[in-house]
């Protein structure tokens, strides 16, 4: 079966920190740019951070800037995204996705319905 399979979030206090995974089974993701995207109830769904499909080229959005890194492993077919010194207003469902955009900073910025989606991760970030 072709799928985009995310594990880890949780629940976590201000200030701890979290890591999320991205795999796929029926395919591979080295050929793809991801991206980690979030959705907060009653808003739209917004790109985090995404990586090229050799990770050398990363897009953050400025809210998360030096918190947030995206790594990937292609040997191990993952993609992380390593969430530190997280803020209530991290809380959302996050999802990883997987295309060929034409900048990773496209990718984040204009979020399109992409060849594929995980099947989201909650974060919630609270006391």
């Known amino acids: 079966q072709v799928q985009v399979v995310q594990s880890g979030g949780g629940l976590v206090q201000p200030g701890g920190s979290l890591r999320l995974s991205c795999t796929s089974s029926?395919?591979?993701?080295?050929?793809?740019?991801v991206g980690w995207f979030r959705q907060a109830p009653g808003k739209s769904r917004e790109g985090v951070a995404c990586?090229?499909?050799?990770?050398?080229?990363?897009y953050y959005t400025d809210s998360v800037k030096g918190r947030f890194t995206i790594s990937r492993d292609n040997a191990k077919n993952t993609v992380y995204l390593q969430m530190n010194s997280l803020k209530p207003e991290d809380t959302a469902v996050y999802y990883c996705?997987?295309?060929?955009?034409?900048?990773?900073?496209?990718?984040?910025?204009?979020?399109?319905?992409?060849?594929?989606w995980g099947q989201g991760s909650q974060v919630t970030v609270s006391s």
């Open positions: 029926g395919f591979t993701l080295d050929h793809y740019a």
């Open positions: 996705g997987a295309d060929h955009p034409p900048t990773v900073q496209k990718m984040c910025v204009y979020v399109m319905p992409y060849d594929y």
């Open positions: 990586i090229s499909h050799s990770g050398e080229d990363t």
